[in-house]
Structures are given as C-alpha cells and as structure tokens.
C-alpha cells in the first residue's frame, strides 16, 4: 500500500521512486526469503547473509553508508526503506539496519583510508558490519563500561565483554567502544574497529531472542588492535555513540512503524472477512474505534519520524538528538499498542504461532528496548526540553 505521506513536501523525488522500487522489489525479490521457515535456527544467519546480498547487488544499501569524505545521510531514505521493509518482514528490516548502524561511526567520524576500506564491501551486501556497545553491567548507562582499551606499542589491547551484539556471530567486524584504563563516566572512551578474526575476538554466546535474530555475546581477551583502528580521536567515542545513536534512533521510529502498518493491513483484512453475532466485525463501532486510533497512531508516528529525518537532511549540523528520540519514543510505543490491538481483533487466531500478528507482536518488542530504551528517551527529550528553558529559548 502507498504511504500515505509521501505526497507531502517532507519528500523528494528521488524518495518517492525509492519508495516505489524498493516496495517492488521486497514484493517480488525477497519474498521467497521472507517468514519463520527461513529464519529459525541454522537458517537464520544464512537468511541475514542472503538478504544483504540481494539487497547490496539492487543497490539498496548505497544510503546506509558515507563512503565519499562530505557526503551525508539521507536519513528520509534511511527510515522510508525500514518502513517499507518492516512491512514485508522484520528480518528484512532488521539485516538493512543493521548495515548503517554497524558501520555508522566509520561513516561519520572514520578517515578516508577507513570509509575507504570497511564501507564498500557493506555498500555492496558482502560483508555485515555490528556495532559493539552495550556490555552486560552498561546498558542504558554507557558511561558505566569496563571494557578497555590499553595503549600497547602502536596499538591498543582490548579487554572486556559486549552484550546484545546484533550481527554478532555473523559480523565481518565490529565498531568496539572501550574506554582508558583508570577513566570513568563519559571520558577516556574511544572507539575501535575490530575484524571478526582478530587473534583474542571471541564470540562468547549466541543469544535466542522472541523474534529471531542474531545477536551474541562477544568477548576480548588481550585482543590487539593497530593504531589505524581507532575510530576519530582517543576520548571522542561517548560523543560518537551518541552522534551515532542520533542518526539511527530515528530509523528505530520508521522500523516500529512498518510493523505497526503491517499490523493495521492485517486488521483491515481481518475485520472485513470475520463474521461475529451474525454481523460483519468491521460493523461495530467498538471494532471502528480501535481501527480509528491504530491509524491515528501510525500517522502521528510518520509524522515525528519524518520531522526528524527531513530536519536531520535539511539541518545537518543543527542537533536532532530530541526529534530523533521523540520519534523513536512515539512510534515504538504505538506500534506496541497498534500490534496489540490487531491480535485482539484476531481473537485466539492472533496468538496462534507464526500467524502475521503473533509474529509482529515479538518482533516489536525489542525496538522499545534497543538503541535506547523508552525510559531512557524520555530522560534525553526531558534533558534537552528544560536545557532550552535554562537557556532562554
Ligand atoms: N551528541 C553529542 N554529544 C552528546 C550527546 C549527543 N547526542 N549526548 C550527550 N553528549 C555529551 C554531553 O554533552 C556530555 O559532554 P561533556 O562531558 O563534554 O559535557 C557527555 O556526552 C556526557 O553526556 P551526559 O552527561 O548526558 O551522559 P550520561 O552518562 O548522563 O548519559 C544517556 C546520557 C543516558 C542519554 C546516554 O547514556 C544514553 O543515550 N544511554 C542509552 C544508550 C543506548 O542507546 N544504548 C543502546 C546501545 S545500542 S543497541
């Protein structure tokens, strides 16, 4: 179905035929990778494999990299392509995100020798990038890392833990956060590249989640890495997470919202066909209602989302840090509820495993978690509303 904004001067052109040919293409060309069969188990990680290749050999995946010095994201093509791809299959969207969020720091603070060497291959769906911050006691609170980074000769020596590593297990490399020995909080952290096979890289365990993904443990036992791997300026890596996060939160916002229009789409269908108490269910106003809100819902999601990607397109060097989480806040939030009244409107149908609204229900609840939970997201626009106040704005 059309998104039904992009008639609206959020957009250009060259979106809009994106929209069209990449609806095309997730219709007619990864349809037959698409669905459980493909993605539990063993055949997870070749589907994710297969998924970037197909969509790096389209072209697909030109936006989700800054392989030239002075180019920019096009962050309204970013989020129309995880709307379009959440809507045909989370695993979709989830292996194209994962191509721009992996590589997002080398894109945005790497050398040219760095853009030049990692960014390529992932342009081109042959290699899967991971982006490696959080650790098992520094979620939410990244200043609390104790992974670090050691100066050793020319280079560095990385020890510690990684924790809910998307790609991990199956990434080329890993953008690692580890911070100075003796440093605490947001200073002393800098950001590396480490390949998958670095001697002292482990994968320490692959992690099972609700909607099946990959995700691992990973793991850095004196694991030496040369000069050339650090990511911009030693002590720059809490502002080049945050920076990072700022360009792909909002992409989170336009995942959520795929899978809460996918969830509508399967409403509609539902309530049209469905008989109860001798009366079509779309006849009642109580079954109105709840397709009222969901739209609603989704719309008012677009809405943030795109007023975040079109500020951070037209306003690159203008902050986006408190649009970015609104939309991301907002829409997971609504899809939740959205894919939560689809299953209700489903009946015992909705939970039966593997049914489009009992899939879309685990595959959303991650994105109120990851690349920042919702409670953080309110402390983030909380922070930089009442900032401006103090400030006079
Ligand atoms: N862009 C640039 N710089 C930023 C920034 C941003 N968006 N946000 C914070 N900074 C800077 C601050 O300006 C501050 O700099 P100074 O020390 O020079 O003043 C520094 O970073 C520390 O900022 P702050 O004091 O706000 O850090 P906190 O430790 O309080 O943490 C939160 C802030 C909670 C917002 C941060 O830790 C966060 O986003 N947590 C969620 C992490 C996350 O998304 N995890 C998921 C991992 S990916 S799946």
């Not at 042959?126 to 280079?155: I, K, N, Y």
């Not at 779309?282 to 397709?291: A, D, E, V």
């Amino acid at each position: 179905m059309q998104n039904p904004l992009l008639d609206l001067p959020l957009f250009e052109d060259s979106h809009r035929k994106l929209a069209a040919d990449l609806e095309s293409f997730a219709r007619n060309d990864l349809a037959d990778i698409a669905g459980s069969d493909c993605h539990e188990g063993s055949k997870l990680d070749a589907t994710c494999r297969e998924i970037v290749a197909r969509l790096g050999a389209a072209g697909f995946l030109t936006a989700s990299c800054l392989v030239k010095e002075g180019d920019r994201f096009d962050v309204r093509r970013l989020c129309l392509s995880r709307e379009i791809l959440a809507r045909h299959d989370g695993l979709f969207d989830f292996a194209f995100a994962m191509q721009g969020l992996g590589t997002g720091p080398i894109s945005l603070f790497g050398s040219n020798a760095q853009r030049q060497k990692y960014l390529p291959p992932v342009v081109a769906g042959q290699q899967l990038p991971a982006f490696a911050l959080s650790e098992p006691g520094a979620g939410s609170d990244v200043g609390a890392m104790t992974t670090t980074a050691t100066r050793d000769g020319s280079g560095y020596r990385l020890n510690g833990a990684k924790t809910w590593i998307s790609n991990g297990g199956i990434a080329d490399q890993y953008v690692v956060f580890a911070r100075a020995p003796g440093s605490t909080g947001a200073q002393g952290i800098s950001a590396f590249i480490v390949e998958a096979d670095t001697p002292g890289f482990s994968i320490a365990e692959r992690i099972r989640v609700i909607a099946p993904h990959p995700l691992a443990t990973i793991a850095m036992d004196d694991c030496l890495v040369p000069e050339a791997a650090l990511i911009g300026a030693e002590g720059q890596g809490f502002a080049i997470a945050m920076q990072t996060l700022d360009v792909f939160r909002t992409t989170v916002g336009a995942a959520a919202l795929g899978l809460g229009r996918r969830a509508l789409d399967e409403a509609l269908g539902r309530i049209h066909e469905r008989q109860v108490f001798g009366k079509a269910l779309k006849s009642f106003q109580i079954t109105q209602s709840k397709i009222g809100e969901m739209a609603l819902g989704l719309d008012a999601s677009a809405l943030l989302v795109y007023r975040a990607a079109w500020k951070k397109d037209m306003r690159s060097s203008d902050p986006i840090t408190r649009e970015a989480a609104m939309a991301k806040l907002f829409a997971t939030e609504t899809a939740q509820k959205v894919i939560d009244e689809a299953v209700q409107l489903f009946g015992g149908m909705g939970v039966v495993s593997d049914q489009p609204v009992e899939v879309l229900y685990r595959e959303i609840r991650a994105l109120r978690i990851y690349e920042g939970t919702s409670e953080i997201q309110k402390l983030v626009i909380a922070k930089d509303v009442m900032g401006a106040y103090s400030a006079g704005a």
